[in-house]
């Protein structure tokens, strides 16, 4: 069980660089580990940015791990059914949606988010209820107004 999540820099295809791939006298070796570009040279992500962007994963990865190793594995299973029934909520398009339920499940109700302050762009929208209830339920009024004066 890992704390951390695999390092991003195991890939498929081999990068060459100066760095791995000199020989005893300094220089690039071109016939053992192919030849040598510049964006492998100046790819500047490192191991721990890269891990840093999928911390969340990882954390909640490893929280459904001890929960399969403590009570077994109906309770992740439960936890992912319960995350994936309150995230379908069904809400008024046009106010805000303030998901309490999923954070409590994700463990994030004792955090503190930019979102917390700021709000989401959908809140300074102008609210037009009407038209997001026919977006919602895919439904367009002025074609159907037009359906009823063929009569």
Avoid at 105 to 112: A, I, Q, S, V
Wanted: aromatic share 6%; hydrophobic share 35%; proline share 5%.
């Amino acid at each position: 069980m890992a704390l951390v999540g695999p390092s991003n820099n195991d890939t498929a295809t081999s990068s060459a660089s100066i760095k791995d791939t000199r020989n005893h006298l300094g220089l690039h070796d071109t016939l053992r580990y192919g030849p040598r570009t510049l964006a492998t040279e100046i790819a500047g992500t490192s191991t721990i940015q890269k891990r840093l962007e999928n911390w969340e994963a990882t954390q909640d990865n490893l929280k459904l791990n001890l929960r399969r190793n403590m009570y077994g594995m109906h309770a992740p299973v439960r936890l992912l059914m319960e995350r994936k029934a309150v995230f379908n909520n069904p809400h008024m398009p046009a106010m805000p949606q303030s998901n309490i339920h999923l954070d409590i499940l994700m463990g994030r109700d004792e955090t503190l988010d930019v979102g917390d302050f700021f709000g989401d762009i959908e809140t300074s929208l102008p609210l037009d209820i009407h038209a997001d209830m026919e977006r919602k339920l895919r439904c367009n009024y002025n074609v159907m107004q037009s359906d009823f004066n063929d009569f």
